[in-house]
């Protein structure tokens, strides 16, 4: 094995390298991105038992599930947005595997979050997080620190109004520099998707989306435990199911930290 490698799992090992699970449970109780009611919306997650050490599989327990690609904790392909459809190795399964590992860089507006629940991202945010961290990299996961993920009443989670969602999300600005000018990866948010709950009123609709598929980049919804990365240091690795043309899939997230 070489000696990086080694090295890795002694790290691992003796704990001084640690791995978080950045993954939401997954159930039929999982909340969903509600979209207006002029479009399809997806299915919840559905399970059920085929057999349980019983007569109709006397030594095992198994289950079958159903569910939409992007169901709690999920990855966007670039194939899921317009923007993104013609691209080549757009879908899960032909992205490249190196693809689904990089540093994270995570930034923090929990506080603004909490006091506007339609805060967006800026590029005062982005160049204020530089100055203090330096460039974020090309090839990094840009991770969105929200602490959406406390709430754990999905309605509060989804946090529908007669006006519709209201949750954090991204200037277009800024999405259009982390893809441009950053080359990230993509993003990640804690939030059911990674747009803004009033996205669909935005110029384009669902900025993030548009932007980030636009240029082959990806997204990761609904992660959790943010909270315990630092601003940078870590790697995350975010590997979706290899599903034939699929668009995006539920998926484990995990990240390595000091
Ligand atoms: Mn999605």
């Known amino acids: 094995m070489s000696g990086t490698l080694t090295k890795l799992l002694g790290e691992l090992y003796r704990g001084r390298l640690r791995v978080i699970d950045l993954t939401q449970p997954l159930s039929p109780q999982t909340p969903l991105l509600p979209l207006p009611r002029q479009w399809n919306n997806t299915p919840a997650f559905k399970m059920w038992e085929l057999s349980r050490y019983d007569d109709r599989g006397p030594a095992w327990y198994w289950n079958a599930f159903e569910t939409g690609e992007h169901t709690g904790t999920h990855f966007d392909a670039p194939v899921h947005w317009v923007s993104g459809k013609d691209l080549p190795n757009n879908t899960v399964d032909q992205i490249p595997p190196e693809k689904f590992i990089g540093p ?7 506080a603004e979050a909490a006091k506007n629940p339609d805060c967006l991202l800026t590029l005062d945010h982005l160049g204020q997080w530089e100055a203090q961290h330096g460039r974020i990299p090309r090839g990094a996961w840009f991770l969105l620190r929200t602490s959406w993920s406390k709430k754990t009443n999905p309605k509060d989670y989804i946090n529908a109004q007669s006006t519709g969602p209201h949750t954090p999300g991204f200037a277009k600005e800024a999405s259009a520099f982390l893809a441009a000018e950053r080359d990230v990866l993509g993003v990640g948010v804690e939030t059911v998707g990674t747009d803004a709950g009033q996205a669909s009123t935005f110029d384009p609709p669902f900025p993030n989306h548009y932007l980030m598929h636009g240029r082959g980049k990806f997204g990761l919804a609904s992660l959790c435990n943010l909270d ?21 899939s539920p998926l484990r997230v995990l990240a390595i930290t000091p």
């Not at 994270?104 to 929990?110: E, Y």
């Not at 315990?228 to 995006?248: C, D």
């Open 104 to 110: 994270a860089c995570v930034i923090d507006v929990s």
């Open 228 to 248: 315990q990365l630092p601003p940078t240091g870590a790697v995350v690795i975010a590997a979706p199911l290899k599903i034939v043309g699929g668009s995006g």
